[in-house]
C-alpha cells in the first residue's frame, strides 16, 4: 500500500517509518525541508519525500494520487497567541491535499484530555476538520507514552537528577496509564486500513494505572538504580511549576506549561474497545522504563 506520513520528523513519526517499511509499505513524506530530513532519518533513501509546509497551501507539492491511506502526526503548536488559528489551518489545508487523492482512511494521533484547556480545544477543531475529509477517519487518543526521547522520559529523568523531588501534591496524586512507544505504533500501524477502526475514535493505554509519584519511585528503581525520595507541597503555582520544568529538564516552557495543566488531572483510558480490534502484547511501565535503561 502507498502510505502518506505527515510529521514524520516528529517523535512518533519517525519511528513509525521502519514499522510501515517492515511490512513492505510504500511510504511517501511530506517535509518541509528534505535536505534536513535526510540529515536525521536514516530511512531517507527508503521513502519518498514530498516537499511542502501545510501552513503554506502554495508551497506543497501534488500528493500522489493513488494514496491509500495517510497518517496526521502534525505536531502541536506552542501555546502562543494564535496557535489555534494555525493548527486549523494546517489541518484544512491536509484535507484539501488529501480529498485530492484515493485516500481511504486518515489516521490521526493526540492525547487523552477530558478537562479540555485551550490545547485540548484546538486538537478538537482539529479533529472537527478532518473529520470533513473524503477519507474515513480513525483517531487515536493516547495516555501518557514512555519511550526512548518521549517527553515522558525526559520529564522523569530530569526530576530525579537530584535528590529529594519537590512536586504539588496534586502531581503526585495524578493517576497515570503510561503506554509504551512501541505499543502506540502497534496501534498506529494495526489500525491501517482496517475497516473495524473507520469513522471511529479509540483510547490507547497500558496495562497499569499508577499515581505521578510511583512512576518517579519507579523510573528511580529501574532507571537510576537508587530509591528516589519524593517530597510534596500544598501549593505550587502553574507558573512556577513550568519554569522549575524547563530548568531542570530539556523541555520547552511551552511544553511544560502544557504537562502542568495535564498533570492536575487523571489520565486514564475509558475505554478498552482498541484491544478487542487490534490485540497488542501491551508493556508494564517497568518493561517499557527498562528499554530505556
Known sequence: MKILLTGANGYIGARLIPALLAKGHEVACLVRDPKLFAKQSEYANQVTLITGDLLRNRSLQALPADIDAAYYLVNALPQTSGFAGLEALSAQNFVQAIDQTTCKQIISLSEIDDHLGEAGLSRLHVEEILREADAAITILKSTMIVGQGSIALELLEGLTKKSPIIIAANW??????PIATCNVIDYLAGCLLNEDTFNSEFHIAGPDIVTFKQMLLTYGEVCRQRKVKVMTVPQVSAALSSYWLNYLTPISYSHAKTLVENLKFDLVSRDDTIRRIIPV?????????TQCA
Open 172 to 177: 503526585a496524586k495524578a493517576q497515570e496509564q
Open 281 to 289: 502484547q501491551l508493556q508494564t511501565l517497568k518493561e517499557a522504563l
